[in-house]
């Protein structure tokens, strides 16, 4: 057992007798107290740092792969995942999740889980393999086959991290989770590169796909030091399981929201129109998910933490959704007004058909990071059965609208899926926050003002945007950057309370420079506080 502060994990574990039974070691949770606010703080940073890391990453290999490859070699690709995607609900079986949200684990509780993990991903590997000549008959490409069959051996190879991870990120070791994730997707994505360079044309997506895994696990068990016993029953894990189903039933219900538009555009329009949606849809979500990804993960630990705590659980959802929405909804914004600009530099003008799908996607993009608090609510306080009947919900929703859309191609399918998310929107909220400490105004309060500054914002970029009329993209989305952040920021400040918020964000950010020490009460979370948000 080591001793440094990065071991959270083992320190965790806590000191046993001599000659104890490792199974009757347990992790409890030590990341509350008076340090809280700082260290979400803090590990909200460096999520996003990393994230940022690997949004640049991803970008600059976006570039490079659009021009190496053709439409269809990301569509034969994405037929595939289609169906991987799916096989994945079934690969963590929510036990991180699990994990994560109990206060207390034991180290036979925690192996048991491990087990339960591999042996679930060496079984859809074998599955999915089987039913890839299934793929081949539904898409009429035989090069779907080897694809399926390479992508199905992710799963057995990522099951052996589960785990690991979990504990990373309930002790909010995101330091290290950050070195890991930036590490294993550098190594995939320079795979890919050079197998583009040298004409493997859709084996290059292949080779990211393996080779990212294969090193974020590797690097998983260097970092935590935590090890599994072989394979025994532990008392409690049927309860960790029951709520791990809950949430393996949603994201199975969730499936269907999240693929089924790719799988009706590529059955009915084929493989060249499901390339620029999906990589519509990917190069709009590399910026929100890269924000809302490491802010969610930092918040899900700590609000499981103040799940027996009414008040300070919705101060900080309060401020969480103000820092999100701050942050995530002027990018959207942005992104509409600029679409045909960021798609021509990233892409290249043979993908300037996406221009318009990502358009009609930036509209639901606008107010779907702040939404994802629903699932959080539900998660952190293990109502577990509530998430799992709004994910059939949901997903019933978004599939009834992709069913609709689909008659008017990709763009149809698109526009069909903004509608449906703002009038789900409303009943949605209500459902998830019921029987929680969470109020309807919780969410609409604080997120009223980075709402009502974005839309001013991209209206007077969009003006500047028609005024200059530049032929150069790059001159144009500087200049429609420039005068889009200080509108929002004026805007920002002028409407009620923006000022005070602006001064609560530069309080954060002084705290991650180590210039302010947690204000407020012992314990107060990141977030916590501002009482213009009720």
């Not at 083992?10 to 007798?17: A, I, S, W």
């Not at 060496?122 to 399926?148: D, G, I, N, S, Y």
């Not at 809950?246 to 693929?259: D, E, I, Q």
């Amino acid at each position: 057992m080591q001793s440094e502060p990065r071991n959270a994990t083992m320190q965790n574990v806590g000191t046993r007798p001599a000659g104890q039974n490792p199974s009757d070691q347990v992790f409890k949770t030590r990341h509350g107290g008076k340090d809280l606010k700082k260290r979400s703080v803090r590990s909200g940073a460096v999520t996003i740092g990393s994230q940022a890391a690997q949004f640049v990453l991803q970008t600059g290999a976006t570039a490079v792969l659009a021009r190496l490859l053709v439409p269809r070699d990301f569509g034969i690709v994405a037929m595939a995942l289609s169906f991987t995607a799916f096989a994945q609900v079934f690969k963590d079986m929510g036990l991180s999740s699990a994990s994560i949200q109990r206060k207390e684990l034991t180290h036979a509780q925690v192996s048991a889980l491990f087990w339960i993990n591999v042996l679930a991903g060496a079984a859809l590997t074998v599955v999915l393999a089987a039913t890839a000549p299934l793929m081949v008959w539904f898409f009429h490409r035989p090069e779907v086959l080897w694809v399926t069959v390479a992508l199905s051996t992710t799963f057995v190879i990522g099951s052996l991290g589960i785990q690991h991870t979990a504990l990373l990120n309930r002790d909010m070791r995101f330091r290290d989770l950050a070195v890991i994730r930036v590490a294993s997707l550098a190594a995939g994505l320079l795979c890919a590169i050079g197998a583009a360079f040298i004409g493997l044309r859709y084996w290059a997506l292949v080779c990211n796909a393996l080779v990212n895994p294969l090193v974020s696990v590797i690097m998983l068990w260097s970092y935590s030091k935590w090890r599994p016993t072989r394979p025994a029953r532990a008392h409690g894990v049927r309860a960790l399981f029951r709520f791990g189903a809950n949430v393996t039933g949603f994201n199975l219900t969730n499936y269907f929201s999240r693929n089924l538009d790719a799988v009706l555009i590529g059955r009915v329009w084929g493989a060249g129109p499901l390339g620029l949606y999906t990589r519509a849809y990917a190069l709009l979500m590399l910026p929100i998910s890269n924000l809302r990804n490491p802010l969610n993960a930092v918040a899900y630990p700590a609000l499981s933490h103040l799940q027996d705590q009414p008040e300070r659980f919705r101060a900080y959802i309060r401020r969480y959704i103000a820092v999100l929405g701050f942050a995530s909804m002027p990018i959207a914004a942005f992104l509409f007004v600029c679409s045909d600009n960021v798609i021509d530099i990233l892409l290249g003008s043979r993908w300037i058909g996406a221009s318009a799908i990502f358009r009609l996607l930036a509209v639901a993009a606008f107010i779907q990071p702040v939404v994802s608090i629903r699932g959080l609510v539900l998660m952190s306080t293990g109502q577990g059965r509530r998430f799992f009947w709004w994910g059939i919900w949901n997903a019933a929703s978004l599939s009834a609208a992709f069913g609709i859309g689909v008659a008017w191609g990709p763009k149809g399918v698109a526009l069909a899926y903004s509608i449906a998310y703002y009038v789900i929107l409303y009943p949605s909220l209500w459902f998830a926050f019921k029987g929680t400490p969470v109020r309807m105004a919780d969410f609409f309060k604080p997120a009223v003002t980075p709402a009502i500054a974005s839309l001013l914002a991209a209206a007077a970029a969009l003006a500047l945007k028609d005024l200059l009329s530049l032929k150069h993209d790059l001159p144009t989305l500087a200049g429609c950057a420039a005068a889009f952040v200080l509108a929002y920021l004026a805007v920002f400040c002028i409407l009620p309370g923006g000022r005070a918020e602006l001064r609560e964000f530069l309080s954060y950010a002084l705290m991650v420079l180590g210039r302010r020490k947690a204000s407020g009460a012992a314990g107060a979370p990141a977030f916590e506080g501002s009482a213009k948000n009720g």
